[in-house]
């Protein structure tokens, strides 16, 4: 199976909103509603940001939102915060049962 | 809340296996409807799903790595486990445990060298 395509940077100005791209294909993004979004900081584990497409867990920021159209999902970051920066990974179900994970995103907040 | 815990060698030979245990508390391995699973990453790379297992008993690997992975749980522990045979140098990373996605271990290093 092949990782996820995503930008490998993006950057944005404290306030601004930025979007990350998750492009796949319809064995894994676009077969199911089972995309899942990751924040890393640096030395830390990642953690999840939103679940199936578009779901916030508890605790996690409303700037944070997701979406899906056909093979390519987006995590969409609004009111852009120093704290934001980190790397981003998103992941999704395939026909196959298992799950794979995008490339990655360094986000930096100018 | 469900919290995981990583534990094995640090170290390992080219061409031995790997074995790395995830304990886990606040969640049951055997009868709580988790998919259990082994994600690692590269020093400077990005993540790499590895596989998990249902607390059916179920797996699923991933299809780069299936011949040589085999993840097993231990009920009576409360813990579940990887195996990873004949490393390379390439199989250097952080491995971490997590319930799917939603919780994470705090992820151990294992370097791959004689």
């Known amino acids: 199976q092949s990782a996820l395509t995503q930008p490998a940077s993006v950057s944005g100005s404290p306030g601004q909103s930025i979007a990350i791209s998750c492009t796949g294909t319809?064995?894994?993004?676009?077969?199911?509603?089972?995309v899942s979004w990751y924040q890393q900081h640096p030395g830390k584990a990642p953690k999840l940001m939103i679940y199936?497409?578009?779901n916030r867990p508890s605790g996690v920021s409303d700037r944070f939102s997701g979406s899906k159209s056909g093979n390519t999902a987006s995590l969409t970051i609004s009111g852009l915060q120093a704290e934001d920066e980190a790397d981003y990974y998103c992941?999704?179900?395939?026909?196959?049962?298992?799950?794979?994970f995008g490339g990655g995103t360094k986000l930096t907040v100018l | 809340q469900v919290q995981l815990q990583e534990s094995g060698p640090g170290l390992v030979k080219p061409s031995e296996t790997l074995s790395l245990i995830c304990t886990v508390s606040?969640?049951?391995?055997?009868?709580?409807?988790?998919?259990w699973t082994w994600i690692r990453q590269p020093p400077g790379k990005g993540l790499e799903w590895i596989g998990y297992?249902?607390?059916?008993?179920?797996?699923s690997y991933n299809p780069s790595l299936k011949s040589r992975v085999t993840i097993s749980v231990d009920t009576s522990k409360n813990q579940f486990s990887l195996r990873l045979s004949s490393v390379t140098a390439a199989d250097t990373a952080v491995y971490y445990c997590?319930?799917?996605?939603?919780?994470w271990g705090q992820g151990t290093l294992v370097t791959v060298s004689s």
């Open positions: 997590a319930r799917e996605g939603y919780d």
């Open positions: 606040g969640a049951s391995v055997s009868r709580d409807n988790y998919y």
């Open positions: 297992i249902y607390s059916s008993g179920a797996t």
């Open positions: 319809s064995s894994d993004v676009g077969a199911y509603n089972y």
């Open positions: 199936d497409v578009n």
């Open positions: 992941s999704s179900y395939t026909t196959s049962n298992t799950r794979v």
